[in-house]
């Protein structure tokens, strides 16, 4: 099974962040520029939270408050769950799943690594398994028939 380690090394560990003073409306246009659903926000090299479109979806418009004059913390998803590089993708998908969000900072020895999300972790399952059909249908061709 595919490890967080290996989805990072094709996709690359560039993650984007934002501080949590900033305003949402600064992380909207990060992300629109970036053509990203989240940002990671980080206070002194900490991770404190997380910030996605889904937050503004529902914290901001739904509370018809202002994303000009509202603060990054005081929406972002807090504290955040985050993941090792020695996950799996299962495990990944298990708790995305059950907790219900699409994007998993990843951390090494603390410090914010990478981050994957759900687009990450299905094509990481769906490569895999095309490997172990392809590795079981090479096999069938060359065991002797009979």
Not at 99 to 124: M, Q, T, W
Request: net charge negative; glycine share 6%.
């Amino acid at each position: 099974m595919p490890t967080v380690s290996s989805m990072l090394e094709n996709k690359g560990r560039h993650v984007w962040t934002i501080g949590p003073d900033q305003t949402v409306f600064d992380a909207l246009l990060d992300m629109a520029e970036h053509g990203v659903g989240a940002l990671v926000v980080v206070e002194h090299d900490q991770v404190v939270g997380i910030l996605s479109e889904r937050d503004y979806a529902r914290k901001i418009i739904l509370f018809n408050r202002t994303s000009r004059t509202t603060l990054v913390r005081e929406i972002m998803t807090a504290p955040v769950v985050t993941c090792g590089l020695d996950w799996d993708a299962q495990r990944c998908m298990r708790v995305m799943t059950e907790r219900r969000f699409r994007h998993l900072p990843v951390l090494e020895d603390g410090r914010l690594a990478g981050i994957v999300s759900i687009g990450d972790v299905v094509k990481s399952i769906i490569q895999d398994q095309q490997f172990t059909i392809e590795q079981l249908a090479a096999y069938m061709q060359m065991a002797p028939a009979g």
